[in-house]
């Protein structure tokens, strides 16, 4: 059973950067989508972006792009989510998740099965 780990999360200043990892234990990514959701406090979960394991395809929430970028490390088994410009309203619990590789739920919730336990991150203004 594949396991999924986040890290990289904690405090940063408005207009830093910070990248967040995601690594599978337990098995590989093999053919899944892997995500990017956040919830930020009072707020529901919400898509940030996700990476087609095998084809390498990327997808973003609109408002995200730019700042955003999703990645894959094949040989580390690892995606990673690289947060420039960091502004206190990305302040919440990032989760990783992997799910099916269907276009059609790639941005929602529903297409994923798998989640991590989420990370912290708080952006002081």
């Known amino acids: 059973q594949v396991q999924l780990v986040e890290s990289g999360g904690g405090l940063v200043q408005a207009g830093d950067s910070r990248r967040l990892s995601c690594t599978a234990s337990g098995d590989t990514f093999g053919d899944r989508a892997v995500g990017w959701f956040r919830q930020a406090p009072g707020k529901e979960r919400e898509f940030v972006a996700s990476?087609?394991?095998?084809?390498?395809?990327?997808y973003y929430k609109d408002s995200m792009k730019g700042r955003f970028t999703i990645s894959r490390d094949r040989a580390k088994n690892t995606v990673y989510l690289q947060m420039n410009s960091l502004e206190p309203e990305d302040t919440a619990v990032y989760y990783c998740?992997?799910?099916?590789?269907?276009?059609?739920?790639?941005?929602?919730?529903?297409?994923?099965?798998?989640w991590g336990q989420g990370t912290q991150v708080t952006v002081s203004s």
């Open positions: 998740a992997a799910g099916r590789p269907i276009v059609g739920v790639i941005r929602e919730e529903r297409g994923y099965y798998l």
């Open positions: 990476v087609r394991w095998s084809a390498g395809s990327t």
